[in-house]
């Protein structure tokens, strides 16, 4: 009689739906991570949403099968973040913040996701059939590949970024990232 694996999260049956996951959570953080609003001078990008919101059901199955998966690899991740986590605390003390909206992103990127991608999304990726996760991979790399590729030509051609309000930037930063590169030019002759 096979019996299943005590290990075995019951995500493991949905191969389908983990995909739908890998694929919303490759588009959010790669092709589209700056798209979405600003809520009170803080920075709210559909990343943030589907991140935060995706993290529920993870959490919810790890609630009810009783174990919190935190193996050594993802307790060293952790760990490796301690030091920047350090200084930023240390600098948002010391130095203080202009803008409290890039503090609470500051905050935001650096201690919540992090926990939420290698704690949380983790059981996810666990319950992911590794044969599975590395076609998926095979097709979403070049994906982006070519994304960024072509994100590279579109400005070196118009000398402008591609943007898109609330796909590609947030609505508010709309025209402000040609403003926000530093670049050293040599006065005409």
């Given at each position: 009689m096979n019996s299943p694996s005590k290990h075995r999260s019951p995500l493991s049956?949905?191969?389908?739906w983990l995909s739908c996951c890998l694929g919303g959570l490759v588009a959010c953080?790669?092709?589209f991570p700056k798209g979405g609003i600003k809520v009170y001078d803080i920075p709210v990008t559909w990343s943030y949403f589907y991140v935060g919101f995706g993290a529920l059901l993870p959490v919810l199955f790890t609630f009810l099968s009783g174990k919190v998966v935190l193996n050594s690899i993802r307790f060293v991740s952790l760990l490796a973040l301690v030091p920047i986590q350090t200084l930023i605390l240390f600098s948002l003390k010391?130095?203080?913040?202009?803008?409290?909206g890039n503090a609470v992103a500051l905050v935001v990127n650096w201690f919540v996701l992090p926990i939420l991608l290698i704690v949380v999304w983790g059981v996810l990726f666990d319950a992911y059939p590794v044969d599975t996760l590395f076609l998926a991979l095979r097709v979403v790399l070049p994906c982006t590949s070519f994304y960024g590729l072509a994100?590279?030509?579109?400005?070196?051609?118009t000398g402008d970024f591609?943007?898109?309000p609330y796909l590609t930037v947030n609505v508010d930063d709309m025209g402000t990232f040609q403003k926000s590169i530093t670049c050293v030019?040599?006065?005409?002759?």
């Open positions: 049956h949905s191969p389908l953080l790669i092709a010391t130095e203080g913040y202009d803008d409290f994100l590279f030509i579109y400005r070196q051609v591609f943007q898109i030019e040599t006065p005409p002759n």
